[in-house]
């Protein structure tokens, strides 16, 4: 369902998909003046049971191997559809050397170095993205990146 007023997706909240409380935050500035789109590794998800398993593993991996202190992206899509929060629109992200402190991160669940994904999930990209120009947090000219990770 859209919200008539400001025309932007449902978010499925971090408490939601069951979040562990991050260990700190920054503030981020907005609106920021770039958007990074990115992809995960392994597979996608189609159902929001699986999407929310997907989010607590990539969470525990963030926070526990990488030692961050939240999931790294400010949101995640799922090929079912839905979005997820991760920080958020107001928290610094931990998804782009360099652009975090100036970029929502939006990874869709999955693997796509050889595939799109599926079209709802990009639908709900751009309506993530619309929303968040709508509201302010990212700019009306924003730069839109796509993350590559170069293996070594």
Request: glycine share 12%; aromatic share 8%.
């Amino acid at each position: 369902m859209l919200d008539t007023m400001h025309h932007c997706p449902s978010i499925v909240s971090r408490s939601g998909w069951g979040a562990r409380a991050a260990k700190g935050s920054t503030k981020l500035t907005t609106p920021v003046s770039h958007v990074v789109i990115h992809h995960t590794t392994g597979a996608t998800c189609t159902a929001k049971n699986t999407c929310i398993s997907r989010m607590k593993g990539f969470q525990n991996y963030h926070m526990d191997t990488n030692g961050w202190v939240d999931i790294g992206y400010n949101f995640l899509v799922g090929e079912d559809g839905n979005i997820y929060e991760g920080r958020g629109w107001t928290l610094v992200g931990a998804h782009c050397v360099g652009y975090n402190s100036k970029s929502i991160g939006i990874s869709v669940i999955g693997d796509y170095s050889s595939r799109l994904p599926v079209s709802k999930a990009l639908t709900a990209v751009k309506a993530l993205i619309k929303c968040g120009v709508q509201k302010g947090y990212i700019r009306s000219n924003y730069i839109l990146r796509g993350h590559r990770h170069e293996k070594n």
